[in-house]
């Protein structure tokens, strides 16, 4: 729910921030109905984003809650990781944690969707970062984008990894596909969607904007 970049005020309520979206994507992964776990990720975030002092909102007057589309189960997918790509790296300039670097490590291709590169956090912390910009983009969701996975903010799905060869699956499931921080407040900075990362299909699912966006 969160990325790299932030505005200010870590400490005590960003550890707590972190913890609570770590034990709501782990709710998540835990309940035996993805509908019933949807429902409980949209309450459950609507109440950090109206209620926590690190609340990525510039302000929650008024905020009665995220637009979020109906679950829809032909949206989620479990899908390998093909780690045979090529090299590929960028770098995420932030206010708060200097540049912070991505490296390619796979891609997912899914039926009737295309494929999305897999991208793991170089720094410390690591973790994998999986955000895509579809043809809602810029019409009814955020233009940049929206994020399906981002581990080291706690934001996973689930998959399976075999130790002994490193490769493995992930859970994909655009109902939850939600926005950066930048979409609710220009003073965030955001790692975007790259042009693997881009696909040439609306996606129904996720998050929405509301009418005339958050800012």
């Not at 960003?14 to 949807?38: E, G, I, M, N, S």
């Not at 780690?83 to 009737?112: K, M, N, Q, W, Y």
């Not at 940049?144 to 499931?173: P, Q």
Request: hydrophobic fraction near 40%; glycine fraction near 12%; include cysteine.
């Amino acid at each position: 729910m969160t990325e790299v970049g932030a505005r200010g005020g870590h400490g005590l309520t960003l550890l707590d921030w972190r913890r609570r979206v770590h034990q709501l994507y782990a709710a998540v992964r835990a309940a035996a109905d993805p509908a019933a776990a949807h429902a409980l990720w949209s309450e459950g975030r609507d109440d950090l984003l109206r209620r926590h002092p690190q609340s990525p909102l510039a302000s929650s007057e008024g905020f009665d809650g995220l637009p979020v589309a109906r679950y829809d189960p032909r949206w989620r997918f479990k899908a390998r990781v093909d780690t045979d790509v090529e090299p590929a790296s960028i770098a995420v300039s932030t206010a708060s944690d200097g540049v912070v670097p991505f490296e390619r490590v796979g891609v997912v291709r899914l039926p009737h969707i295309g494929s999305l590169d897999v991208w793991a956090l170089r720094s410390y912390g690591g973790g994998i970062f999986v955000p895509f910009r579809d043809l809602t983009a810029g019409v009814s969701t955020y233009g940049a984008g929206r994020y399906l996975i981002d581990t080291v903010k706690g934001a996973d799905l689930g998959g399976d990894v075999d130790l002994s060869t490193g490769e493995g699956s992930l859970v994909l499931d655009f109902n939850f596909a939600y926005h950066p921080s930048c979409a609710y407040d220009p003073a965030w900075v955001c790692p975007l969607a790259q042009p693997g990362n881009v696909v040439d299909v609306e996606v129904p699912v996720g998050e929405r904007l509301p009418p005339g966006g958050w800012y």
